[in-house]
């Protein structure tokens, strides 16, 4: 089984006082730094995405310029490439990322496997070329890119589960419904104790317990 983590758009703008910041997202980059910490060998390999928009247009309607941002269709200006607010949060331990995606460059994004890494390379492609088959997802937000991200990760034939207590929501209601609608497409809503107890059972057994007694 080749493993992999999703860590989705854990960015200064999605977290507390960024320009659409979600209530949890700091608590989130700092789990999610402390997993990778607590298994280090965990994932074969650990991709990152970024929402990553262009800051001269609206991005095709996904910023709000007109009206006020509906916070379902229109957002406000949020993760403008190479601004602070577009930035991984400082909390998030970024040594152990080995893919970083960047999606939404002029268009709406919410998926990460709309994006590619800076040589073109799409999620899908790396997927297959890695053999990974089991995705563990965490990040923001729970009810918009996680949502996304998880069902394109289903639609590539992958197992997924989505980590609930490394992720983050716009909306309580809205959250509540991503994961039962997740649950509903196959994908399994855990929390990062799982993670735990799967890496404890791909250890090699201690030698000590077959050690025969004197
Ligand atoms: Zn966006």
Same mark, same amino acid.
């Given at each position: 089984?080749?493993?992999?983590?999703?860590?989705?758009?854990?960015?200064?703008?999605? *977290?507390?006082? +960024? !320009?659409? $910041?979600?209530?949890?997202?700091?608590?989130? =980059?700092?789990?999610?730094?402390? #997993? #990778?910490?607590?298994?280090?060998?965990? %994932?074969?390999?650990?991709?990152?995405?970024?929402?990553?928009?262009?800051?001269?247009?609206?991005?095709?309607?996904?910023?709000?310029?007109? !009206?006020?941002?509906?916070?379902?269709?229109?957002?406000?200006?949020?993760?403008?490439? +190479?601004?602070?607010?577009?930035? %991984? /949060?400082?909390? #998030?331990?970024?040594?152990?990322?080995?893919?970083?995606?960047?999606? +939404?460059? $002029?268009?709406?994004? %919410?998926?990460?496997?709309? $994006?590619?890494?800076?040589? +073109?390379?799409?999620? !899908?492609?790396?997927?297959?070329?890695?053999?990974? *088959?089991?995705?563990?997802?965490?990040?923001? =937000?729970?009810? %918009?890119?996680?949502?996304?991200?998880?069902?394109?990760?289903?639609?590539?034939?992958? /197992?997924?589960?989505?980590? *609930?207590?490394?992720?983050?929501?716009?909306? =309580?209601?809205?959250?509540?419904? =991503? #994961?039962?609608?997740?649950?509903?497409?196959?994908?399994?809503?855990? !929390?990062?104790?799982?993670?735990?107890?799967?890496?404890?059972?791909?250890?090699?057994?201690?030698?000590?317990?077959? *050690?025969?007694?004197?």
């Amino acid at each position: 089984m080749t493993r992999a983590l999703f860590i989705i758009d854990v960015q200064n703008d999605f *977290t507390e006082g +960024g !320009a659409l $910041g979600v209530d949890g997202g700091a608590a989130v =980059a700092a789990g999610v730094s402390s #997993l #990778l910490e607590r298994h280090p060998e965990a %994932y074969d390999v650990v991709f990152a995405s970024r929402d990553w928009h262009d800051g001269a247009n609206d991005n095709c309607g996904h910023f709000a310029t007109d !009206a006020a941002p509906d916070f379902v269709d229109t957002w406000p200006a949020h993760c403008v490439s +190479g601004t602070s607010g577009a930035d %991984y /949060h400082p909390d #998030l331990v970024t040594d152990g990322i080995d893919v970083h995606i960047r999606k +939404g460059q $002029g268009v709406p994004a %919410y998926s990460i496997f709309e $994006g590619t890494t800076e040589d +073109g390379e799409t999620v !899908a492609e790396l997927l297959t070329a890695r053999g990974v *088959t089991t995705i563990d997802i965490v990040g923001i =937000a729970t009810d %918009y890119c996680v949502r996304a991200s998880a069902l394109d990760a289903v639609e590539h034939g992958q /197992h997924v589960r989505v980590l *609930t207590d490394l992720v983050a929501g716009v909306a =309580a209601e809205s959250s509540a419904a =991503a #994961l039962a609608e997740l649950a509903h497409a196959g994908v399994e809503i855990t !929390a990062s104790d799982a993670a735990d107890a799967a890496d404890a059972a791909d250890a090699v057994p201690d030698d000590s317990a077959s *050690t025969p007694a004197d």
